[in-house]
T-cell receptor
């Protein structure tokens, strides 16, 4: 079983739609959780950290379910500029992160 | 403030040749990482460093060596390149607490081994 698993997609959604991605992780001792965004042929960049109580940043909402070991990302009112690959990221120990293979989102007009 | 830079941006090697990839950061970060990214595989950690003068193996270290002689630089070496090392290589750095902090990535180096 992979340490971090994501549905690769692609998710094709119209502008204005709401879309959600899930991610599962295998290490119950993980303490740090993130969503990164990667545009085509570019480097990954932090989108948001994920906190135990859930957190929101504008149109983006992240949730953590420790009991079921999954993380979610909700994007509301999708924009064309949201088209990218979204990477679920979990720490495997205090020094290292494990990156999921990513979920591709394509927003169309 | 350049953040994380990588040199070169693109390189073509023949099997058996050697090369060094250079990563530099100007954020005074303690932690530095080298990843490779292949289609369908995601980012995989090659080697990392928790401070100047230290290095440690990641998930896929075979065929690579690293050095961190200066805090701001992290070098990745390929002694004898193989076609399986064709990939996109990303360097990243983070602050004081390693995996609990944001990792900042360089723009990547695209390597093709023929």
């Amino acid at each position: 079983r992979k340490e971090v698993e994501q549905d690769p997609g692609p998710f094709n959604v119209p502008e204005g739609a709401t879309v959600a991605f899930n991610c599962t992780y295998s290490n119950s001792a993980s303490q740090s959780f993130f969503w990164y965004r990667q545009d085509c042929r570019k480097e990954p960049k932090l989108l948001m950290s994920v906190y135990s109580s859930g957190n929101e940043d504008g149109r983006f909402t992240a949730q953590l379910n420790r009991a079921s070991q999954y993380i979610s990302l909700l994007i509301r009112d999708s924009k064309l500029s949201d088209s990218a690959t979204y990477l679920c990221v979990v720490n495997s120990d205090p020094d290292k992160l494990i990156f999921g293979t990513g979920t591709r989102l394509q927003v169309f007009p | 403030n350049a953040g994380v830079t990588q040199t070169p941006k693109f390189r073509v090697l023949k099997t058996g040749q050697s090369m060094t990839l250079l990563c530099a950061q100007d954020m005074n970060h303690e932690y530095m990482y080298w990843y490779r990214q292949d289609p369908g595989m995601g980012l995989r950690l090659i080697h990392y460093s928790v401070g100047e003068g230290t290095t440690a193996k990641g998930e896929v270290p075979d065929g690579y060596n690293v050095s961190r002689l200066k805090k701001q630089n992290f070098l990745l070496g390929l002694e004898s390149a193989a076609p399986s090392q064709t990939s996109v290589y990303f360097c990243a750095s983070s602050g004081l607490t390693g995996a609990g902090e944001t990792q900042y990535f360089g723009p990547g180096t695209r390597l093709l081994v023929l």
